[in-house]
């Protein structure tokens, strides 16, 4: 069956789970609007979700585009998508006769639009990036873009790929399709770790925070913290699904203490946390 090479998309872009631009690019916003969903969402949601903010920002800072809203690199982001089928040749068998790209066109020719939205990124990362073959000018995939803005094109689309995966998620966990939601949730994960290689040096230290507490290959985060992340994400499930699980703030703390017994002493912690966090503040992982 042939692939379409012009798609059409539905998106719910006002539910998605992280913020347009002119709220503020900022890791507390995007945790406030977890309000907007009737079923938990993962903590890793928020990380993923933290860290493609942090992508999008240092590259508008980079830019001097600090006020392009979100729907502008969704569109770009779709915009790039289109240029990539445009640019393929119309008979596959093409594939076969080009000893040297057609193993890396053949994978977008044959991915699944829908599921597989960083197809083509993957595709422009193995021909704009490999200095021992570099991509002739004249070459269809060139798209016109100079060498010098690639890592940034790529970096910002991989960013909003990981977005579009996480909303993909959350709504297949909203249909209760648990397997599905894993496979979109561990995809944006792993293309916001390709945005970060792109963007980020050692000298960023705001993201390597945000990657340390996001997967087995990061480093490990202090006890207290990881029980701050966790009852954080007890609490919102209080606050925004079940108001009748607890009567009181301090039968929450109560209930927090209990479950992090060895790490968190005092009651009085966790209802200095409540106060914070009702007032948008000292949200873990929003540095």
Do not use: C
């Amino acid at each position: 069956m042939e692939v379409p090479k012009h798609i059409r998309y539905r998106r719910r872009f006002s539910y998605h789970p992280v913020p347009s631009f002119e709220k503020g690019l900022h890791a507390n916003v995007l945790l406030r609007r977890t309000k907007l969903y009737s079923y938990r969402v993962g903590w890793e949601f928020f990380l993923v979700g933290a860290q493609a903010i942090q992508v999008l920002t240092e590259w508008n800072r980079r830019t001097g585009k600090s006020d392009r809203l979100y729907g502008e690199l969704l569109s770009e982001f779709f915009l790039l998508r289109r240029r990539v089928w445009q640019a393929l040749p119309d008979d596959p068998a093409a594939f076969e006769s080009d000893d040297e790209y057609g193993r890396d066109l053949e994978y977008v020719w044959y991915s699944d639009p829908w599921a597989d939205l960083d197809a083509h990124l993957h595709t422009l990362s193995r021909l704009w990036l490999d200095e021992e073959r570099p991509i002739p000018l004249d070459h269809p995939m060139n798209l016109g873009i100079a060498k010098d803005d690639r890592a940034g094109t790529l970096a910002r689309n991989y960013a909003i790929a990981a977005m579009r995966y996480l909303e993909l998620a959350i709504l297949a966990a909203a249909s209760h399709s648990g397997d599905r939601s894993m496979q979109f949730a561990m995809k944006a994960s792993h293309v916001i770790d390709r945005a970060v290689d792109l963007t980020f040096d050692v000298e960023s230290e705001a993201i390597r925070k945000l990657a340390r507490r996001g997967g087995k290959a990061r480093q490990k985060v202090d006890p207290k913290q990881q029980a701050k992340v966790d009852v954080y994400a007890m609490w919102l499930e209080w606050q925004n699904n079940n108001k009748a699980m607890y009567e009181t703030k301090a039968k929450f703390a109560l209930a927090a203490v209990k479950k992090h017994e060895f790490v968190l002493e005092s009651t009085q912690t966790v209802e200095r946390w409540q106060r914070r966090w009702e007032d948008g503040k000292d949200i873990p992982g929003g540095d």
